[in-house]
């Protein structure tokens, strides 16, 4: 089955800037829509951002107009440009498929918003 493997997070100061990756060890463009999802402390893992096979794009409300997700499916890989990062953004963050898949959920990337 298809792995998917989180890179990219760190620390960042609240408005700066990080770009998240996640390599998966099979095809992204047979297994279609992707997303991005996270978990904060205390919180449900939530979806974040999704793409489609095609390319159409969808956010969660709290990161519009901040973060994009793209994908290139020769590299079987999806990214996550985050910018105006905010404290509330702090969370591992992860990729699946979208809807998601259970089997597909990896270590995820930490990514830490702090002055």
């Known amino acids: 089955q298809v792995q998917f493997v989180e890179s990219g997070g760190g620390l960042v100061q609240p408005g700066g800037s990080l770009r998240l990756s996640c390599a998966a060890s099979?095809?992204?463009?047979?297994?279609?829509?992707m997303g991005w999802y996270r978990q904060a402390p205390g919180k449900q893992r939530e979806l974040v951002a999704s793409i489609s096979r095609s390319g159409r794009t969808d956010y969660v409300d709290s990161v519009k107009g901040r973060f994009t997700i793209s994908r290139d499916n020769a590299k079987n890989t999806i990214y996550l440009q985050m910018n105006s990062l905010k404290p509330e953004d702090a969370a591992v963050y992860y990729c699946n498929a979208f809807p998601s898949f259970s089997v597909y959920w990896g270590q995820g990337t930490q990514v830490t918003v702090s002055s």
């Open positions: 099979g095809s992204i463009f047979s297994i279609g829509g």
